[in-house]
């Protein structure tokens, strides 16, 4: 890592030996860029309100994350907002149901943060999560003396240093590092081959075997999958995201 010249800011340059990464590889262009690796935690972070988290924004973010070989927690903030808290429940309960932490929060009144301090507060984590969700507002109720811009700050990014695609490291006062990653405005940037996005889904893994090897989960005969989503064990919601990244990924593929 390399210090990118202001105080408390750092830009991961290069990392040796990673075992799971965080990447992201532009449409046309080659060369998967790392944003971070080796991360202890890692957090999607959505918004419940303002703007809204639909379960295709949080799927896609899972599977992101998930395809780098990392175990993600999902962090609702904006629970403050009016008509945060009835979303709360059923979008929790799904994401409970597939086994992930669910950590419903508000960076403005300071509610629900405690766990995720215990969180960040050891070893390396990164949030990700498209502009606006509050990631930066999330770190300063954490830790005031960062001062970390907020707030229109996207909104500026296509002329300023914020449209680089490296992760900045700050360091919280109580010694965990976090990587403030840029927003992902655009999700789809992130590539997953076709035949990895199944796995990307804990609970297909629960699922009954399917009677093909290599079922797609599309119209193959006898798939476990299918049937779990037909008998309510999994959500419908997510059964939909996997087709939508799945379609997407076959377009993505070369022929
Ligand atoms: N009501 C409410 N607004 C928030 C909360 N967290 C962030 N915001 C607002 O959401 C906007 C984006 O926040 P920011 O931290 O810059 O988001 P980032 O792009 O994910 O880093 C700012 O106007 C924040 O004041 C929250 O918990 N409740
Ligand atoms: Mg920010
Ligand atoms: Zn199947």
Same mark, same amino acid.
């Given at each position: 890592?390399? /210090?990118?010249?202001?105080?408390d800011e750092w830009?991961?340059e290069r990392v &040796?030996?990673?075992i799971?990464? %965080?990447v992201?590889?532009a449409r046309g262009?080659a060369?998967?860029?790392v944003? $971070?690796?080796n991360? !202890? *935690?890692?957090f999607a972070v959505?918004?419940?309100? @303002?703007?809204?988290?639909?379960? &295709?924004?949080i799927d896609?973010? %899972?599977?992101?994350i998930e395809?780098?070989?990392? *175990?993600?927690?999902?962090?609702l903030?904006k629970? !403050?907002v009016e008509g945060?808290? !009835?979303?709360?429940?059923?979008?929790?309960?799904i994401?409970e149901?597939?086994g992930y932490r669910?950590l419903p929060v508000s +960076?403005?009144?300071? @509610?629900?943060? &405690?766990?995720?301090?215990?969180?960040?507060c050891?070893?390396?984590s990164?949030l990700?999560g498209p502009s606006?969700?509050?990631?930066s507002s999330l770190?300063n109720?954490?830790?005031?003396? %960062? $001062?970390?811009l907020?707030?229109? /700050?996207? $909104?500026?990014?296509?002329t300023g240093? *914020?449209t680089?695609?490296?992760?900045?490291?700050?360091e919280?006062?109580?010694?965990?590092?976090?990587a403030?990653?840029?927003g992902?405005? !655009?999700?789809? /940037?992130w590539?997953?081959?076709?035949e =990895?996005i199944a796995g990307? #889904?804990? &609970?297909f893994?629960?699922a009954?075997?399917?009677r #093909?090897?290599?079922?797609?989960?599309?119209q193959?005969p006898?798939?476990?999958?299918?049937e $779990?989503? @037909?008998?309510g064990?999994? *959500? =419908? +919601?997510r059964?939909?995201?996997?087709r939508?990244?799945?379609?997407e990924a076959?377009?993505?593929?070369p022929y």
């Amino acid at each position: 890592m390399v /210090l990118a010249g202001e105080a408390d800011e750092w830009t991961i340059e290069r990392v &040796e030996d990673r075992i799971t990464t %965080l990447v992201r590889r532009a449409r046309g262009s080659a060369a998967p860029k790392v944003l $971070a690796a080796n991360l !202890d *935690h890692v957090f999607a972070v959505v918004s419940l309100l @303002e703007p809204p988290a639909a379960t &295709e924004l949080i799927d896609r973010l %899972l599977v992101l994350i998930e395809s780098g070989g990392m *175990h993600p927690m999902l962090v609702l903030n904006k629970l !403050d907002v009016e008509g945060a808290r !009835d979303w709360m429940a059923p979008l929790s309960a799904i994401y409970e149901d597939v086994g992930y932490r669910v950590l419903p929060v508000s +960076a403005k009144t300071g @509610e629900g943060l &405690e766990p995720l301090r215990a969180e960040l507060c050891r070893g390396m984590s990164a949030l990700i999560g498209p502009s606006g969700v509050g990631k930066s507002s999330l770190l300063n109720a954490l830790d005031p003396g %960062l $001062a970390l811009l907020t707030g229109d /700050l996207s $909104a500026k990014s296509g002329t300023g240093r *914020h449209t680089t695609v490296s992760s900045r490291l700050v360091e919280l006062r109580c010694g965990g590092f976090v990587a403030d990653t840029p927003g992902f405005g !655009d999700v789809t /940037l992130w590539e997953v081959a076709v035949e =990895e996005i199944a796995g990307c #889904f804990p &609970e297909f893994a629960r699922a009954e075997p399917c009677r #093909f090897r290599g079922c797609a989960h599309v119209q193959e005969p006898d798939c476990g999958v299918r049937e $779990a989503v @037909e008998s309510g064990r999994i *959500h =419908e +919601a997510r059964y939909r995201s996997y087709r939508k990244l799945r379609d997407e990924a076959l377009e993505r593929a070369p022929y």
